[in-house]
């Protein structure tokens, strides 16, 4: 059984620039959950992907946009960097099947730190 | 939305002492309650969870309770160790919106 992958690990961008981010999710999970984590912050909720459709969304603009394959692997998208968007983004991988005890517990992977310039 | 409230944002104990985090929530839908360790420079990893239907559950050296009339649930450190530092996060998994975070440092 194969952990929640992400890449890249780091990247340096600037501001105005467009980055991909990349997570592969955990064998035999079917939902995606992105996370932004400033320093010394919690995790903050993006977007979660299911059955390749958004399910949900926090309180991030439109410039933040996913993707989810029917290999349940996704993309996170941000347009147009802003300095605030340095962070580090954190990828989360689950197997939603309701009423399943120990669904929707959360496996992460290690992130993505973006910086921007 | 859901709100979610961690109490304290930061914790400072003595090896050996016990650490108590508690978690308020605001969904009263929610029936599954995870806490989440984040060591420095890794990613969260799930400790311990309970469910509406059980007030209590121990591993060892962790446990969490569950109130759910007054909707807020506790992570319990008994005999803490310099490999507890870390910050706890609570984050009841059908909003997916984790709390603030407890920074807990045990000193030896």
């Known amino acids: 059984e194969t952990g929640v992958t992400q890449s890249p690990t780091h990247l340096i961008k600037t501001r105005g620039q467009q980055v991909t981010l990349r997570c592969s999710s955990q064998?035999?999970?079917?939902?995606v959950s992105w996370y932004q984590q400033a320093l010394g912050q919690g995790p903050q909720f993006i977007f979660q992907?299911?059955?390749?459709?958004?399910?949900g969304r926090g309180n991030f603009p439109p410039r933040f946009s996913g993707l989810q394959f029917p290999n349940y692997s996704s993309e996170l998208n941000v347009n147009a960097l802003e300095l605030d968007d340095s962070a580090l983004y954190l990828c989360?991988?689950?197997?939603?099947?309701?009423?399943?005890?120990?669904?929707?517990?959360?496996?992460f992977g290690a992130g993505s730190r973006l910086t921007v310039l | 939305g859901e709100n979610v409230e961690q109490h304290p944002s930061t914790l400072s104990v003595q090896e050996g002492d016990s650490a108590v985090i508690k978690c308020t929530y605001s969904?009263?839908?929610?029936?599954?309650f995870p806490w989440y360790k984040q060591e420095l420079g890794k990613r969260p990893q799930l400790i311990i969870d309970?469910?509406?239907?059980?007030g209590e559950k121990k591993d060892q050296r962790i446990a969490v309770t569950l109130n759910k009339t007054a909707k807020h649930f506790s992570l319990h450190i008994t005999e803490t160790q310099p490999e507890d530092s870390a910050v706890y996060f609570c984050?009841?998994?059908?909003?997916?919106?984790f709390g603030t975070g407890t920074r807990l440092q045990v000193f030896p």
């Open positions: 969904d009263s839908a929610s029936n599954y």
């Open positions: 989360a991988s689950s197997l939603d099947t309701a009423g399943v005890y120990g669904a929707n517990v959360l496996t």
């Open positions: 309970i469910r509406s239907n059980v």
């Open positions: 064998s035999g999970h079917n939902t």
């Open positions: 992907y299911y059955r390749e459709e958004e399910n």
């Open positions: 984050a009841p998994p059908e909003s997916l919106i």
